[in-house]
């Protein structure tokens, strides 16, 4: 079975905090993605990375950066966290030499005030 | 723009009370469709993938189906289980691996 893991569940975090969240996935996957999901706007891409160092924006990268130092983990950075970062944030990972199917994690609710 | 519109966003039905959820789509060029299940505060889990108009795939009460312009995902005698909100998406066959999503159909199944 695919495991994503996202290092937490619930966050609470002050306006203009450096904020970290981690996302690990155990199938040697190439792609890894990040979205944030909010009532009525749906699944939303922020950034995703296609290998090992490698990342490319997504819709809405404004406010956030990421980082893949190894291949089984990306991370999401808010620089300076602000109160409409406050959402839930989805990892997720693929394979797509084989398919497209994404993988997600259980997400993170982070919440900034 | 890859544009994905799933109707209705909410669905209520009685238990056993069958029907269907719908996902049109626009993209330049379908390299693949996939619907996911999404619990109340979970990820969503990957449920089909279709790649061809007139492709169907069953897992259960769910059957999804394929034209050129939309999917359906079809959910016969639907038990209280069922209820989540179901997810659309694309992929294009050009450019990266990323997947385009509809805003989903919530859908609860009463007893």
């Known amino acids: 079975d695919v495991k994503v893991t996202q290092s937490s569940r619930y966050l609470v975090k002050r306006t203009g905090e450096k904020v970290f969240l981690e996302c690990v996935q155990d199938m040697d996957h190439e792609n890894m993605f990040w979205y944030r999901q909010d009532p009525g706007l749906g699944l939303r891409l922020i950034y995703f990375s296609y290998d090992v160092k490698m990342k490319e924006k997504g819709d809405i990268p404004e406010g956030y950066s990421v980082s893949r130092e190894k291949k089984e983990r990306f991370s999401l950075i808010l620089e300076s966290a602000s109160t409409n970062q406050t959402s839930m944030y989805l990892c997720?990972?693929?394979?797509?030499?084989?398919?497209?199917?994404?993988?997600f994690g259980a997400g993170t609710r982070l919440s900034v005030l | 723009e890859d544009q994905v519109t799933q109707s209705p966003e909410a669905l209520r039905l009685q238990e056993g009370e069958s029907s269907s959820l719908n996902c049109s789509y626009t993209v330049s060029g379908l390299r693949g469709l996939f619907w996911y299940r999404q619990d109340p505060g979970k990820g969503p889990e990957f449920l089909f993938t279709l790649y061809s108009a007139g492709e169907e795939k069953e897992k259960e009460r769910l059957k999804a189906t394929l034209t050129k312009k939309e999917s359906f995902l079809h959910i016969t005698a639907p038990k209280p289980e069922d209820s989540a909100t179901y997810l659309c998406?694309?992929?294009?066959?050009?450019?990266?691996?990323?997947?385009?999503f509809g805003k989903g159909t919530m859908l609860l199944v009463s007893p």
């Open positions: 997720a990972s693929s394979f797509s030499a084989r398919s497209d199917i994404q993988y």
């Open positions: 998406a694309v992929r294009s066959n050009s450019g990266y691996s990323t997947l385009t």
